[in-house]
């Protein structure tokens, strides 16, 4: 069917420009203006301006000044914090007055000191920080607040220091150091994965008399300053190895005269009823499972603590202090004190 030409009748004037025309019913928008110049019509395409998305686009692709120095800004808070998340891989920190304070006296190496004015001067820490500085520590007067920027907002007390990471001693160096000592008691901490145990029981250790820890390097945690927290300073006075193989060590230690004893719920004697005598190694079980049965194969001696409530466990630190109290209590029984010991009159025979 061959096309008809449609016939589009032109009005001219101004008065037409820019008007709708109507062709059979069908709406059609004029989309060029004409202009005159003398006796010449001459046509103008109406340009559409193309700037709009071009603009949109280059705010997209290059940052305004504003967002330009709000990552400016960013970056520059993220560096005040980066050496605090450095610490924990490069070094450790310790916070609180107890914790650090036992690192000056001790003479543990430190890096940085952050403290406040007031707490330099005090009298506990003013030489010990002068003699840190003069072993290369760095020391920083800072406000609380930058203290709780470093911290995490933790309980600082108003002084932290960043300190080299913990030094392990040798198994064998420790058994030649525990073997000084008459009848020595050993712990060895088998999976205890919680911080803040491990913490508590190198404090309870410690603090009652025993030589040293053993702890596995897997599936178990490291001395952190989380451990070097709850530990109150224990760890400057308290030496700990970290082995490879924990039974392999167990092995070692038998070897060097120690008894093995477990701690463990079932099949086992009461703490109470055991004759502890000699060089010992108390192995305290993580905090869910206990003693692996691997572990108690390599124990001498399995031993519990009685419980006579609802509650069937104790916490592996709780559990730890009790069994180094039962330990020592039994020791000290057989102890003679003759300072002790009332004195009783001669008479003489008449």
Known sequence: MAHKTKKIIKTSGETNRGQTLKLKGK??????????????????????????????????SEPTKRQTQDRE??????????PTRRQTQDSDLIYGRHPVLSALESQRRLNRIWITPRLR????????????????????????KRLDQITEQANHQGVAAQIAPYDYIDL???????????????????????????????????????????IPQRRATGITSTVMKVAAGALENFPVARVVNLHRALEELKAAGFWIYGTAANVSEPIHTVDFSGAIVLVVGSEGEGLSMLTQRYCDVLVSIPLQGKTP???????????????????????????????TPWKKEE
């Open 27 to 60: 709406r059609v928008v004029s989309k060029t203006l004409r202009t005159f110049k003398g006796n010449h019509e001459e046509p103008i395409k109406k340009q559409t301006p193309a700037k709009e998305p071009i603009k949109k686009q280059a705010l997209d």
């Open 73 to 82: 800004l960013t970056r520059r808070q993220t560096q005040d914090r980066e």
């Open 121 to 144: 001067y005090d009298s506990r820490f003013h030489s010990l920080i002068l003699q840190a500085k003069e072993n290369g520590a760095i020391v920083d007067e800072v406000d609380p």
């Open 172 to 214: 064998h160096e420790l058994i030649e150091q525990a073997k000084a000592v008459t009848d020595p008691v050993i712990v060895a901490a088998d999976g205890i994965t919680d911080p803040h145990n491990l913490g508590a029981i190198i404090r309870t250790a410690e603090a009652i008399g025993a030589q040293g820890l053993v």
């Open 313 to 343: 466990s104790l916490n592996a630190s709780v559990a730890a202090g009790m069994a180094l109290y039962e330990i020592y209590r039994k020791r000290w029984i057989n102890t003679l004190h003759f300072d002790k010991l009332q004195r």
